[in-house]
């Protein structure tokens, strides 16, 4: 697993296992094992990068943060209606 920020590489440097059985490396049928990827400084994540697993790679982040983008116009044209005291 790898990401790519910014035409740079980061692979992890540490693991942290967030369920029981990561260690293992087997899961049964519909189980998942869950773990958080930790990087060192600069992964930029406010902008799209694409996370690399073996001949796999996505993109998904770039939507993601459109998405994002779209809620935080909506909570600024919020505060922006409301009326000032």
Avoid: C, H, K, M
């Amino acid at each position: 697993l790898y990401v790519s920020s910014q035409n740079t590489f980061f692979r992890p440097i540490g693991i942290v296992p967030l369920t029981p059985r990561w260690s293992e490396y087997q899961l049964d049928q519909r189980q998942q094992a869950l773990a958080i990827y930790l990087f060192e400084p600069g992964v930029q994540i406010l902008r799209p990068f694409t996370v690399f697993y073996g001949d796999r790679n996505s993109d998904a982040w770039a939507s993601t943060l459109r998405a994002l983008d779209g809620e935080r116009a909506r909570v600024r044209s919020r505060i922006g209606a409301q009326p000032q005291p």
